[in-house]
């Protein structure tokens, strides 16, 4: 009989062990995960000498390249300019976002030449999710 009662004890506390094991298991994300990268680059080189573009990849490895402003005109630096690419991410931004795409990392970085010259650029990433 005590052999019956510690079997019947044991399995209760497995079962019990597992159900409270199955509450503190991550329960794997429902879909498959894509990404997609926005890079811009933002020439400071003046005068519209620069190749400033806004570069899509998605998880395909299809691109879009869409031409935007350098910062610097001849008389130097343009705000309008500014404005323009500020409005031209924001909108590919809010298209991203519409389309279920969520902001998940943004990376910045400059390069700025050296002593002798005046050549330069503006960096930023930004990476998206989707959960399909």
Do not use: C
Request: aromatic content about 10%; overall charge neutral.
């Amino acid at each position: 009989m005590k052999r019956i009662h510690l079997i019947v004890m044991v399995a209760i506390l497995m079962a019990g062990s597992l159900f409270l094991y199955s509450f503190n298991t991550p329960s794997p994300q429902e879909g498959k995960i894509r990404w997609l990268q926005i890079t811009v680059i933002e020439s400071v080189i003046p005068g519209g000498a620069g190749r400033s573009r806004m570069i899509t990849v998605d998880d395909q490895g299809k691109t879009d390249e869409v031409k935007i402003n350098n910062f610097f005109s001849f008389l130097g630096i343009n705000f309008d300019n500014i404005r323009e690419n500020d409005q031209t991410v924001t909108n590919e931004i809010q298209k991203l976002s519409n389309l279920g795409w969520e902001l998940e990392h943004v990376t910045t970085g400059v390069y700025s030449g050296n002593q002798n010259n005046e050549n330069g650029v503006f960096l930023t990433r930004y990476l998206f999710k989707k959960v399909e």
